[in-house]
């Protein structure tokens, strides 16, 4: 079987930071594509930030300059610095990778179970 699990969420006042991490475990082959989704109460579910398997990262234009995605292929973690927090930043954060699993023939798709980020005075 195959593991995501988020963790560093928590409670922050505006301007503040908090780095996630997100690490895979099980039996893994290789690791593909790494990305973080956020929900907001009522709101559906955005990407924030993803990374290649080759480090290259894409942002959503919300956290542009003060997110940061990193990668640790060698331990199957990503990590997500958030910097200069916002209220609207406010939401349960998912990981999502695709993964090779040993003896599998093809990639699937993996869920974290969410890390709550709340942001407020």
């Known amino acids: 079987q195959v593991q995501l699990v988020e963790s560093g969420g928590g409670f922050v006042q505006p301007g503040g930071s908090l780095r996630l991490s997100c690490a895979a475990s099980?039996?893994?082959?290789?690791?593909?594509?790494m990305v973080w989704y956020r929900q907001a109460p009522g709101k559906q579910r955005e990407l924030v930030a993803s990374i290649s398997s080759g480090g290259r990262a894409n942002y959503a234009d919300s956290v542009k300059g003060r997110f940061s995605i990193s990668r640790d292929s060698a331990r199957n973690t990503m990590y997500l610095q958030m910097d200069s927090l916002k209220p609207e930043d406010t939401a349960v954060y998912y990981c999502n990778a695709e993964i090779l699993r040993l003896s599998a023939l093809r990639m699937n798709n993996y869920w974290g179970q969410g890390t709550q980020v709340t942001v407020s005075s």
């Open positions: 099980g039996s893994i082959f290789s690791v593909n594509a």
